[in-house]
């Protein structure tokens, strides 16, 4: 049984700065990529960053520059760090994984919630 355990969300003011964690557990044979998306309220989940195991990574527009997205811990954790935050960056955080344990499956976190006060 696969589980993403996500942590760091919070509550913190404008300009301030966050690191979401999230590390992959399980009978995990190769992990292809992870991610973050967000979801406020009353709007859709977006992507917010990803990285492949081979280091790629892409962004959402709205965070270039001020979020970025690594992988450690033996690659099976995944980590959001969060600069310059903006009220508008309030969601829920939800850490993903596209990973093969052994059969092809793409897993959720539970979702972490960042509140970001003006």
């Known amino acids: 049984q696969v589980q993403l355990m996500e942590s760091g969300g919070g509550l913190v003011q404008a300009g301030g700065s966050l690191r979401l964690s999230c590390t992959a557990s399980g009978n995990i044979f190769t992990i292809n990529a992870m991610g973050w998306y967000r979801q406020a309220p009353g709007k859709q989940r977006e992507l917010v960053a990803n990285?492949?195991?081979?280091?790629?990574?892409r962004y959402a527009d709205s965070v270039k520059g001020r979020f970025t997205i690594s992988r450690g811990g033996a690659e099976n954790t995944v980590y959001l760090q969060m600069n310059s935050l903006k009220p508008e960056d309030t969601a829920v955080y939800y850490c993903?994984?596209?990973?093969?344990?052994?059969?092809?499956?793409?897993?959720w976190g539970q979702g972490t919630q960042v509140t970001v006060s003006s």
């Open positions: 990285i492949r195991s081979v280091g790629e990574t």
């Open positions: 993903d994984a596209d990973l093969y344990s052994p059969d092809y499956g793409h897993y």
